[in-house]
């Protein structure tokens, strides 16, 4: 007589690898998981909320299917009863429409009240410090339109302080993602978007394109160095007497399809961003420096200027 085979270590080996699956989400590459600002808090906190959400749906229909699958199944002696010309069950069909638009409800109200809440500068916010962030083919352009400094394919920012990065392009149309800070916002030509983030600690924080932009996208990548507001200063200071400046010649050279190696520039052209905003932002215009001014000043939509001073 044959010996019968233990078919039971086969069937546990799917399990294993969605437990191995589930363990691994809790490793620190996986940085969409372990925000370091409040937005990224935020945002993760909404997504952990839908999950559980679609959890409570998921894991009753598997069972349920289980359960129909092996009672229902095609097998000599199956007392199952068979009920071709079964059209409902009232309980049944206000139940599945019950429970999805409760889970909807449940999903709807914080996301539309958080989407809100980050779509302005935190209350407390009086002199933003504020970026001016242009994607380029294969490299991102960081300005600081209040010291009138610029970097390439790096930012730095203060940490504990609302920093608002105004979006463009001077290329395709692309995403700005630094993922542990806060979700992706785009860049377009000729339009300026709106994005606050925030660190909370310093460190420095992985950036990307979140789209793809042609041949070289993915090496489109940067990163976000954090300090403390008191070195965040002092390198305005340093960069702005000690940095070669950006000619015209080497913006122009930016603009070629290519990838480049990060560089830092103590002054910049005049006219490389968008003077008028032309995009939605976080209050209806933009923060921009005046002619022969070195401080910011915040134009509205509506042409009615509000100077801020320095961020």
Known sequence: MPKRRHRWPYRMVPLALLVGLLVSGCGQQYVLLHPKGPVGASELHLLTLSSVAMVVVIIPVFILF???????RDKPGNKAPYRPDWHGHKGMEILWWIVPAVLLTVIAIPTVKQTYALAKLPATTKNPVVIDVTSLTWKWMFQ???????????????????????????SAMNTFWVPQLGGMEYTMPN????????????????????????????????????????????????TSNTAPPMTLAKYDALLK???????????????????VAKGFTLQGGMYTTMH?????????????????GNP
Do not use: C
């Open 191 to 238: 339009s300026v978007l709106p994005l606050w983030l925030e660190a909370s600690k310093p460190g420095v924080y992985w950036g990307r394109s979140g789209q793809y932009s042609g041949l070289k996208f993915e090496k489109m990548t940067f990163n976000v160095k954090a300090v403390s507001p008191q070195a965040f200063n002092r390198w305005l200071i340093k």
């Open 66 to 72: 289980g359960i129909a699958v092996w009672r229902f």
């Open 257 to 275: 399809f290519n990838t480049v190696g990060v560089a830092t520039y103590g002054s910049y052209p005049a006219h490389t961003f968008p003077a």
């Open 292 to 308: 022969n001014q070195h401080h910011l000043v915040y134009m509205p939509m509506s042409g009615m200027a509000k100077t801020t």
């Open 144 to 170: 600081y339109p209040g010291h009138h400094v610029a970097t390439v394919n790096y930012v730095e920012i203060p940490a504990g302080q609302p920093v608002l990065f105004e979006l463009t392009a001077d």
